[in-house]
């Protein structure tokens, strides 16, 4: 077995489908979390692939990007889909996904900012079409779904990708959970972390609001 390690901030973010994955597999790894704007991550900062985390390493050969990461051990460790076309489906999912990356950032930079009127506008006029764009997309695939993953009859690394964000977006007050339309999301993020490798994962993990 390949000596793996998964290098990020002390955060969720674009790391913790990874770190969830490798419990799902019940792969060992080491969970390698630096600490941003200190002399460690501005020593490491050169030294990683493209110069930003998550990068995984494996044996020592290094993968950046976190959807490279999740779609190498995806397919690696049996969760990218059973088919080309499910593979397809994953890929697009997360893919979707990445296009509300831009408008889910400039939500959490106003937040971070602190001006109530900058982040009411990004939050109607930037952060919301898109937000909504988004979860009407992922019904209609839910609503599709026969066994309540997004893609064929088990889990994949895209269904790790849309729970997580579900409970990013909770945490930044920018989903509703008691909201009708949310409600196939939120059952959806039920069954993936009902899973009880990501179960027991979750409930170990620091809390972090992103
Ligand atoms: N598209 C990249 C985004 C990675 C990214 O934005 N990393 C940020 C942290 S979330 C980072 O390394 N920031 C520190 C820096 O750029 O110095 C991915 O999906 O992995």
């Known amino acids: 077995m390949p000596q793996y390690k998964l290098y990020y901030f002390n955060l969720r973010g674009w790391a913790e489908p990874a770190r969830q994955l490798f419990k799902l597999a019940h792969v060992e790894f080491e969970d390698v ?32 990007q976190s959807a490279a990461i999740l779609r190498y051990l995806g397919k690696k460790f049996g969760f990218a889909g059973k088919t080309p076309e499910e593979e397809a489906w994953v890929d697009a999912i997360v893919d979707q996904f990445k296009d509300f990356v831009s408008p889910l950032r400039q939500i959490i930079m106003a937040q971070r900012g602190g001006n109530s009127d900058e982040i009411q506008r990004v939050q109607k006029e930037v952060f919301e079409p898109a937000r909504d764009g988004f979860i009407k997309i992922l019904n209609g695939i839910l609503e599709k779904s026969k066994s309540g993953f997004l893609v064929g009859d088990g889990v994949t690394w895209a269904d790790l990708v849309i729970a ?43 809390d972090a609001v992103v």
């Not at 630096?34 to 050969?61: A, M, R």
């Not at 339309?181 to 994962?201: F, G, T, W």
């Open 33 to 64: 979390r630096i600490e941003n704007g200190t002399p460690e991550w501005e020593d490491l900062k050169p030294k990683t692939p493209f110069g930003q985390l998550p990068f995984l390493s494996v044996d020592g050969f290094e993968i950046p």
């Open 164 to 206: 997580d964000i579900v409970t990013t977006m909770e945490k930044l007050s920018v989903f509703d959970v008691e909201l009708g339309e949310n409600q196939k999301l939120i059952a959806h993020r039920e069954k993936v972390n009902s899973i009880p490798e990501i179960k027991e994962h979750n409930e170990k993990r620091p």
